[in-house]
Structures are given as C-alpha cells and as structure tokens.
C-alpha cells in the first residue's frame, strides 16, 4: 500500500464518526428522574459523606479502583521523538485503549504541557486522589527515571513507567524460557546489550534480579561499548560500565551468549552473529525492522533462538503481555506501589505460562495444530486470553505478600472467575479469526468489483493478508475507480467476464449439464447466464479457480444466492441451506438463525437450521449452546409457533443427544441463565446463557438481528451462508467496508475449514461405515 493512502486511512479511522479513540461511558442508569437524583444531587451526597469519614471508600463508591492515567508530556513519542503532548495525545488513547481490551480497565490520558521534572511530579501527585494508579508513557531519559522514582517515593497508588519496564519484563520472561531450552544458567550468561536509553536499563537492572551478574553485562550506545574510562559518561548509563578490553558492538560480541536489541535497523551482521557463542539467544527488538532480519538470523545458524518486536515471527516481544495485567492485579489488591517482587512474578508467570499446553482457541488464531514449547514458542502469544488469569493473579499474590496490598484476596478461584467474566470475547473472536485467516489467506473472487467499496475492501483484505482479491467486471471502470480513489490494487487479478469466451463456454456447458433438466434448455442460454458476475464468480469456485466468493452489495439476497446454489449446490447430507449472523454484543459473540433465507420453516427444518448453525459455531473454537425460540416457555401457549418448536427440540433431543439445546422459550430466558434456572430449573440451558439462537421463521430473526444491531449497539457480522459445498458469501444492501472486510474473513475462515474437513478424508482416515 502506498503511504499516500496508508497515511490517509490511519488520519481517517481517527476521525471519521467521532473523534479519537475512547469515550466515558456511565455505568449505571440515568433514564429516570429518580435515576438523575440518585447520581448526582441530593443523592451523591450520601457517598461524599462515606467518604469523608473513611477516605478509603472512594474505592467503594467510584470509578477510582478500576481508573489508570496514561501521562505523557510527549517528548518521546513512539519512534518520532519530541513532537509535543498534543501530538503524542493520539498515542496515549491508544495506550488507553489497549488497557481496556485485554483487561477492562478504564483510562483517562493526560498530555502534560511540561518538561521540568519538578513541574510534572507536582502536577501528577496532585491527581492521585482521581486514579487507582499511573501509567507514565513516552517519557525521554534521563527525565523518565527521574520522575517515576519521585513519584512512586512520593504516591501511594501503583506507578510505572511502561517504556522501561514492559519490555524488560516481557524480554525477562524470554530470557528465562531460552536460556533453559539453550541449556544456559542466568548467573553464566555474558549479554551484550545494544542501546543504552531507559528500556535499555531497566532490561539490564532486571535480568541482573533476576540472577545475571553486572559483569557479564556489556552495554553498547552509539559511540561504542560503554567503557569505565569513557570521558562524561552519562550517571544512568555508568550503572552498567565495564572494564573490559572491548570497544565497539563487534567486538562484544565475540563468544557473548545473549544478545539484547533496543537500538536500530540492521546494525548486526551476519558475521557478528556467527562470532556468538554455542546456542546463542537473540533478541533483535528494534520496530519495525529487527537489528538483524528474523530469516537471515536463523538461516545463519541452526543453534540459534530468535526473538523479535514484530507479529509476523516467532517470538514477540510485545509489552502487551504485561502491563495490562500488572495494573490489573496491582488494581484489585488496591496496591501502593508496583514493585520489584511485582514485576518479578509477573516475568515468571508469562515465562510459566508459554511452558503449558496451549489452549485450541491460541492454535486457532494463529492457524496452528498445536503450539507448543520450544525454540519457536518462547512467550505466550499475545491473543492468549490465559494470561488474564495467571499474570494479574500472580502480580496480586505478590503485592500482598510483599506488603504493598489494602486488600487481601481469600478466595482465589472466585477472583480468577471474575477476571474471565471481565475479558469480553466479542473483539477477541474477530482477533482471533482475522489472525487464523491472515495465516493462510485464500483467493476472494469479488462479483461486485465496479464498486468503491467493494475495491476499498479488497484493498484492506490484500494490505493486511487476509485474503488475495480476484476482481470482476469491466476492467475500464474498475480500473478509473482505483485512479480516481488513489486506491492501492497493483498486481491484483481483474476479469471482465465478457473477455473471457473460453472460461464462458465452459462454464456454460457444466450448468446446462446440471440445469437441463430443470429449466436451463441450452448451453447458449446458459452461456447469456454466465453474463450475470453471480453465475461466473460462482463458477470460478466451483471450477477451483477462486476459492469464495463474496457479492451482494448492490443486488438484493436471492438474486445473489440462487446462482450459488444452482453451480455448486449443498454440502454432502445437507438438504437447505441458512443465513447466520454473528452478533458482536457486550456479553460476547451471540450467534441468530435463520436471518436471511427460509422464511417459515417447518420443524424439520428448524432441526437442520440448528445443525447447520452448531456445526458452524463450533467452526470458531465455540461450544454451541442453542435455544430455539418462541413466545412460549415449555409448553406455557399453545399455537402453530410454539408447536413446531417444541417439535423441533424433540427431534433434537431424541436424534442428537449430544447436542446442547433446550426450548421452546422465550428470548429472555435463553439469554438469562439466572432467570431460567430460577423458572425452569430442568432445563438444560439453565447453567449458563444460550449463545447460538433458533428463530421460528426469517421475520421474527431477520427483525431481531436489526433491533439489536441499531438500539443494543451489536455489531453484526454476516449474514453467513451456511450449507454450500463451497463458500459463497452474500453482504447487505449498502454494507460498510468493514462489514466487508469482516465477511471476506468469515469466507477465508470457511475456506480453510472446509480444507481441513476434506484432508482427512483424502488421506483415507474417514471411511465409511
């Protein structure tokens, strides 16, 4: 993608709709009149006076023990140094916004105007009673070690400053795994350390706690090797001198065991790396581009273990695995201070965690069969929700036991309940599949390629490998509308079906083949279908020449789906197909079907509307558990819907024991599992919410869906066809780009499920009976 429109899609998604990143959002009702007395006069009263007699009951009564200020004063911003707090601002949201998603936690961002260390440290003291703790952000040394160890001396709330201390401790976690599948002892190992700046140190101060010798240090900045004898040496950097008879980063390099990256693109050869002891430990973590490229790295020497800042290798060293869920185990022990007993027992729960077994939602992320220890898996994957659990449990163990604690935890399975009941799984399941496409994206034809959108999508889905886009249609207008759009499509595939005679005359002569006995009488009229994108994309996919196909934007559902179905037809021992949409709410994903295709179903074919959507479900590392709705609950009315529902359970229950399902009931009850267990405690859905919803008929779905979606502020993915022998999937009339893309990822995920479905079978594994 060109940096023209890179540039202009990063300043369009921070402007578009509502400015910036993050919004406040009130956390209890505020409809009523009574509501409004309550949350403010004269009902606030009642918690100010708490608090006025126990000052501590702030926690109780506000937002304080779940608020973290993310403060910068810009002088240090990312890789584009001292542009100032406004500039940086659009960093700190985005810090804030990562805080929420991996561990929902609240964050104001405070741009301070102030580069005097004094000024900064009395403007931030004088906020503690507003947050529960601080996250100090793009901050340049020397000023950054000063200001934090004011204010941790001088505040009574958590203080850290990520750029220091996030990468030393995920790095630490990394140095521990590798040196024992390096079979290397901490307390042996010589580290050269490339850049000296505040990472740097704290990376350095920490492997020495955590049992390396200063000694074996040896630092490196852009003059050289940090020497004893070096003239005005810097007082930061002179904690890790050295009196050794080295002068430049080659030299220290020579029989070291580790090496650390915190400094620049491409600044270690080939050669330096060679001159690295038996069984070498790299950790080149300069962005975007590593001190030495990852395949050049390991194709260099066998012995190696590599790990870098990047995604796309092994190994990332990604801050994200950290400080997320510090603060929040530093948060719900109402921690003084994060402390070295803290960081400690975060480094080893990370470095912990990448030793167990990996769970299937982790493999299904990252397009993996089974992930496991060793020298390509060296630190948890930054989409593993488990370490929730494991780090902020152990940094909250260790606050109490190190004494910086006002809050004892007793029962630690139920706080390792509420932190799982705090990771929402709606953005982590479209993380999840965005990662498992990208990691063996597919050829997407699109039917509807004259079309803005439709380009904009393919443009983002090739940027981000999600997927490989095929365009159709006239290849004069697609192409004007990628020049008039500066939109970035070079080398992708464009087929005007009308310059195609020969794919044309085959595609024709296999539907009338197909279709002549029901209503397509000639390969000539067939060959005037092949004219309509929907009939020849759908052949592209059935003849293996695209593998899905997505339409649907400018063409109403069935236009659109009856090619589908009449050029590649239904899955073996599927008799229907159906229309799902994944509904992206607060509470999680939430699956609705039939939303789009059979508009009165029978009960019979309610039951194979339910086992399409539970197969499908399954096909995101979800365990269906359906409800097949109604207005009746259990037989409490009687008519033509609760009837065929009820029949429709039946027949589940009694063919597919295996199947999780109950009803027929109401929506309410399928989504309050507290309610149903208290009414019909029987039921089988009464343990935990439904998540995979039957509707009796398309208008009471297709209605549902869009109420959703426009007042509860679901996000809706879909519809997803579901039932084809090959993927084909049909957006709205008039979707966004994004729903675009997120349905060009649906069919890449369909793609690479169906794949791994047939491997089996042709490898003879699956016989039949």
Known sequence: ??????????????????????????????????????????????????????????????????????????????GLGDIGPEAGKPVMEGKGLLFKIFADIDVFDLELDTKNVDEFVNIVKALEPTFGGVNLE?????????????????????????????????????????????????????????????????????YVALGAKKENIVMCDRSGVIRADREKIDPIKAEFVTKRDLHTLEEAMKDSDVFIGLSSADCVSVEMLKSMAKNPIVMAMANPNPEIAYDLAINSRKDI???????????????????????????DVRATAINEEMKIAAVRAIAELAKKPVPEAVNMAYNAKNIKFGKEYII??????????????????AAIESGVARKTITDWDAYAEELRKRLG???????????????????????????????????????????????????????????ESALELDGVQIIDPALEPERTKKYAQSLYEKRQRRGVTSVAEAAKMMRDRNYFGSSMVEFGEADAMISGLTKNYATTIKPALQIIGTEEGVSRVAGMYMMMTEKGP?????????????????????????????????????????????????????EKTRKAVKILHEKYPDIIVDGEMQGNFAINSAMLKDNFPFSSLAGAPANTLIFPNLESGNIAYKLLQELGGAEAVGPILLGLKKPVHIVQLGSSVREIVNMVTIAVLDVQAKEEEAGPRKKGLFKKK
């Open 425 to 483: 799984t709606d953005d982590a399941i479209m993380r999840a599949i965005t990662n498992k496409a990208k990691s063996d994206p597919k050829r997407v034809v699109f039917a509807e390629a004259d079309n803005y959108k439709i380009l904009k999508a393919a443009q983002i889905v090739k940027e981000d490998n999600i997927a490989i886009p095929i365009l159709l249609g006239n290849k004069e207008k697609i192409q004007q509308i990628i020049e």
């Open 380 to 397: 948890p994957k930054p989409m593993d929700f488990r370490l929730m659990t494991n780090v902020s449990m152990a940094v909250a163990k």
């Open 1 to 78: 993608m060109s940096k023209i429109n890179r540039k202009q899609d990063a300043l369009d998604y921070h402007s578009q709709g509502r400015p910036g990143k993050i919004e406040v959002i009130p956390t209890k009702p505020y409809s009523s009149q009574r509501d409004l007395t309550l949350a403010y006069s004269p009902g606030v009263a009642e918690p100010c006076l708490k608090i006025a007699d126990n000052k501590d009951d702030v926690y109780k009564y506000t937002a304080k023990g779940n608020l973290v200020a993310v403060i910068s004063n810009g002088t240090a911003v990312l």
């Open 590 to 642: 939430v699956f609705f079907g039939d939303t789009t295709v059979n508009v009165d179903p029978t009960a019979e074919e309610l039951v194979d509307v339910a086992l399409l959507l539970e197969k499908s479900v399954r096909k995101f590392n979800i365990t269906p558990r359906i409800a097949v709705l109604s207005y009746s609950n259990f037989g409490s009315n009687e008519g033509i819907v609760p």
């Open 305 to 331: 273990i590599m790990a870098t800042g990047r995604s796309d290798y092994p190994n990332q060293v990604n801050n994200v695995l950290g400080f997320p869920y510090i603060f929040r185990g530093a948060l």
């Open 138 to 206: 793009d901050i340049k040394a020397p000023e950054c070690f000063e200001i934090e160890r004011r204010l941790k001396e001088e505040m009574n709330i958590p203080v850290m400053h990520d750029d220091q201390h996030g990468t030393a401790i995920i790095s630490a976690a990394a140095l521990l795994n590798a040196c024992e599948l390096q079979k290397k002892k901490m307390d042996k190992i010589k580290i050269v350390v490339n850049g000296a700046g505040a990472a740097a140190i704290s990376c350095s101060r920490l």
